[in-house]
Structure formats: C-alpha cells, structure tokens
C-alpha cells in the first residue's frame, strides 16, 4: 500500500509522517512537477520517483523547501521573497535548527537554489507543460504564494486553510485577511477539485470555504481586539477555531502577541 492519494489521474498527495506535510506531485507531458518536496529524503526521492522535472515551492519555510536539493536536475520555481531566504542562507539555517528535534536525515542542502521566479501577479505563465498563475498571498509568511493550475483543476494555497490548526500568523494578520479573502474568491471563481494545502489532506472547495470563514472570523477578531487596545495578557479574550492541534492555545497567544505589537506600532 502506497502513502500517496491519487486525487486525480495525474495528481498525487505524499504526506510526510512529520505532520501531514504535503508533497504534490503532477504529470503532465513527460514532466512531473513536485510542490513542497519533502521533508524525509526517502519521501522525496519517492514522489519525485526518478521524473521529476519542476518543482514550485509555496514559501520558503523548512518544512517545505528541505528536498530541493535532492532533485539537482530539476527546474525550480518560487516567489521572489522566497528565492531571497533561500538563497541566503536562511532558509538551509532553519532546516538545521529546526529539523534536529526529529532526528531528521538531512542530505543535500547544499544544491537548495531557486532557478525561476514565479511571477505572483495573477498573470498566467507557463511552469513546463502547465499554464498556471500565481498570486502573492502573505499573511503565514510574507514570502507565501497561491498557485492556480487550470488543467489540472488544482487550487495550491501553502500554508492557509489547514484543518488540523489555527492560523499561524508569522507575518501579518492584516495580510492574512486579505489572503483569507482572495482565497475565497479564487475558489469561488475557479471551483478547483481540490484545494491543496501545505499540511493535511486537500479539500474540497466547499470544506475550504468553510475553513476560510472560520479563519476570517479569527483573524478579524484578532485585528479588532488589538486595534481596540487589547494587550497579550486578555488574550483569552478572543476565541479561536477548535482545530485540535498539539499547541493551538500556545500559537493563539503568539498570533495576540504579534498582533497587538503590530498595531502599537
Ligand atoms: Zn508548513
């Protein structure tokens, strides 16, 4: 029996052990594009099954950028803000520190690069045989992209819409909430089969909608109660989503810490 899920009939979703982190994989003429390769080197090496050609990457975060390296004949593709904490040096600093907690095999890091930039205005490009566009959508990180791909019906959105946690605000919570709303209207717009998110099993569109709404009730809460003059101390005050991850109280109180630094600002 495989880990991997076919979802269509060139689309497969590899989830890491390591919290369902999501490695996609898609064929298409000859090319086989992989999304987030990772995060064990043998699960890279066996979603990337020797054809890999492409590779596009949603933000520069460890967990999705440590199996680059392994595919050193492939071509590939992340936003500008992406390709600058990869290429210096940041990106490969976090993968050391932060993949030593799980012991995990780390080979390769000297061939993470970044050949192509995506160009993250909604304009359609071509990603090898895929006519694709990408949008920025900062909020997690400010270096995140969202990636629409028409012909395979795939809607690509990194680390927003998880299921299985809250909203983890490293960059803004005011960026997060327009990304919320694009989200939205894209998967109105585009009614994707899937909704393919960085940790956890895709979605349909209609449990994507409804994990949106919940963030977006979240995060505007979050923006009221520190434009309001809230302090990380009443940050009980402010309710969040029942998602059942290990630390969502704990990351609760970093989004308030931020949030409430930020609007002082
Ligand atoms: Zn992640």
Redesign the pocket.
């Known amino acids: 029996m495989s880990r991997a899920l076919d979802l269509t009939p060139t689309a497969r979703w590899w989830p890491s052990v390591l919290w369902q982190?999501t490695t996609l994989t898609l064929d298409g003429n000859g090319a086989r594009l992989l999304v987030d390769p990772g995060i064990a080197t043998w699960e890279t090496r066996e979603a990337a099954h020797d054809g890999a050609t492409h590779i596009l990457i949603t933000h520069a975060?460890w967990?999705?950028v440590m199996g680059i390296g392994l595919l050193p004949d492939t071509q590939v593709w992340a936003s500008q803000s992406a390709a600058e904490r990869i290429r210096s040096g940041e990106a490969r600093a976090s993968v050391e520190s932060e993949s030593r907690p799980y012991g995990v095999v780390l080979e390769g890091l000297d061939g993470m690069r970044v050949d192509e930039l995506v160009p993250a205005n909604g304009e359609p490009y071509q990603l090898g045989p895929w006519r694709v566009e990408s949008h920025a959508t900062p909020g997690h990180t400010p270096d995140g992209i969202t990636t629409w791909i028409e012909g395979a019906g795939l809607l690509i959105v990194g680390?927003h819409l998880s299921q299985h946690e809250i909203p983890f605000i490293y960059d803004s919570a005011w960026n997060y909430r327009s990304t919320l709303a694009l989200l939205t209207e894209l998967i109105e717009r585009h009614r994707p089969s899937h909704v393919v998110v960085?940790?956890g099993r895709p979605h349909a569109p209609e449990r994507a909608l409804e994990i949106a709404a919940q963030d977006a009730e979240y995060v505007n809460a979050l923006i009221a109660f520190a434009e309001a003059g809230g302090t990380p101390e009443r940050a009980d005050d402010v309710p969040f989503p029942d998602r059942g991850g290990h630390d969502d109280a704990g990351e609760h109180r970093s989004n308030v810490e931020r949030v409430c630094a930020q609007a002082a600002a």
Do not use: A
Request: proline letters at 0%; glycine letters at 14%.
């Open positions: 982190t975060d967990d999705h680390d960085g940790h």
